[in-house]
């Protein structure tokens, strides 16, 4: 076993994350707008429905958020389920109707909405 391998098992996917300060994420986000132009998207709206939805399939422990361009040409986010080890959930293993085991895409989101304010001002 190598040692990125090995690294790679030792991360704990479900504890990834941290409150912060309302000023470091200002600064942070400041610190962003500075370097990149302000005339791209920087910040998007994630409604509860779907991140709850994503959390709530079985194995799920976090959710990965990868920059995308949609079909419009414009920058998004696609946003998926994680299992304890880091692998995107993109199939589930369920019980059909007839009782029998079958195979479904698991939950893959996008479709954000710029925030309502510009909350760090």
């Known amino acids: 076993m190598n040692k990125e391998s090995l690294v790679k098992e030792q991360v ?13 994420a200002a600064k942070m ?5 500075e370097k990149h132009s302000y005339e791209e998207t920087h910040t998007y709206t994630i409604g509860k429905n779907i991140i709850e939805a994503i959390l709530a399939q079985p194995g799920c422990v976090g959710i990965a958020f990868n920059d995308a361009i949609n079909e419009f040409g414009n920058k998004t986010l696609v946003y998926v389920g994680i299992d304890a080890k880091g692998k995107g959930i993109t199939e589930l293993t369920t019980v059909n109707d007839h009782g029998k085991l079958a195979v479904t895409h698991g939950m893959i989101g996008d479709r954000l909405l710029p925030p309502p304010t510009s909350w760090f001002d």
């Open 12 to 24: 704990n996917y479900q504890t990834a994350g941290e409150e912060i300060t309302h000023e470091l």
């Open 29 to 33: 986000i400041k610190n962003h707008h």
